[in-house]
């Protein structure tokens, strides 16, 4: 796939702000020469709870962040990655691209948290960026800033910046969901060999966390987290290297290519987009015979486990594949 971390128009930088926490800690500053940015000068130093109140909460699918909030709203990327619209509400057309962002993520299911950010109000936050111009979306994942791009784009275009950015979050790790007011659960204490295989998944190294599911499932065939854990490994392995943008191309130009299908259906559940992907496939096998048809069902079947046979949209799925079928 294509850097989510190379922006389309001009990169920004607010690493100031929240700085880099690793999974379970809060952010700390940026770095040599890069203090975190402070509550302005106005306002008294205030605790986490003070924060919250004082700059509206900071749980939730959508969070109007601040100056004195976003170090916190950082740290709990460390569980459900967020991206952050900067906009400005002297210039009230940049909110576009939040309002974008919120009707988006609304079809991810609470994978993915939005953060508005004026900088109007925010000071702190305006000075972070370079250049100095909104809207700019910017991805948080584990705490960490990924430069998304500047300006408005078209709502394909930001759909696929925001697949790309949940691929990078599932490739570390940060895979926690937020529903309705809620606030991110705490993750639970996992099995040894669960724990295993997410740490070796936080070091990129899918092979070990491959060998770690599959242990745990020779030790307990009906671990069925480990079977969902050892698909979901399969598709992060099958979607590597994969760039977003000529995938989708190349399935768009020719709806009969099996193998562009498959990898768009894939990156769909990847992102987020499952019941595109089902939906996809099941067209195509209704239009194939002999191997290929068997093909697109075996991956199907494939994606099922991922998403787990007790997700709704797995039994509609299964309803669907089988009039496809006969």
Known sequence: ?????????????????????????????????????????????????QAADAGGAIDGPVVEATDATFNQVVSRTSV???????????????????????????????????????????????????????????????????PLFTGMV??????????????????????GRVSGGAAPEAEEELPPLHQEAYDAIERDDLDAA????????????????????????????????????????????????????LVVADLDVLGGHVEDAFTRLIDLVRVTQAEERDRIKAHLLDLFAVVGNHDERVRKGRTSLMSALF
């Open 1 to 49: 796939m294509s850097d989510p971390t190379r922006a389309l128009r001009g990169a920004v930088d607010l690493s100031s702000l929240g700085g880099a926490a690793r999974p379970g800690q809060p952010p700390t500053s940026a770095g040599a020469g890069q203090p975190a940015a402070a509550p302005s000068s106005a306002a008294p130093r205030q605790s986490a709870g």
């Open 80 to 146: 459900v990655p967020a991206v952050a619209i900067v906009w400005s509400s002297q210039h009230p057309q940049s909110r576009a691209l939040l309002d974008d962002a919120i009707d988006l993520a609304a079809g991810l299911e609470g994978r993915l948290q939005v953060v508005g950010l004026d900088v109007a109000t925010n000071p702190g936050i305006m000075s972070a960026i370079q250049p100095p111009e909104v809207p700019v979306a910017l991805g948080l994942v584990g705490g960490q800033p990924v």
């Open 154 to 175: 078209d709502k394909e275009q930001f759909r696929q910046v925001l697949d790309q950015l949940l691929q990078v979050a599932v490739q570390h790790g940060v895979t």
């Open 210 to 261: 491959t060998a770690a599911y599959e242990q745990a499932i020779a030790a307990n065939p009906k671990d069925t987290e480990a079977q969902l854990g050892l698909a979901q490994v399969a598709l992060m392995k099958r979607t590597r290297g994969v760039d977003l943008q000529q995938a989708r191309e190349r399935a768009a130009g020719d709806p009969s290519d099996v193998e562009a299908a």
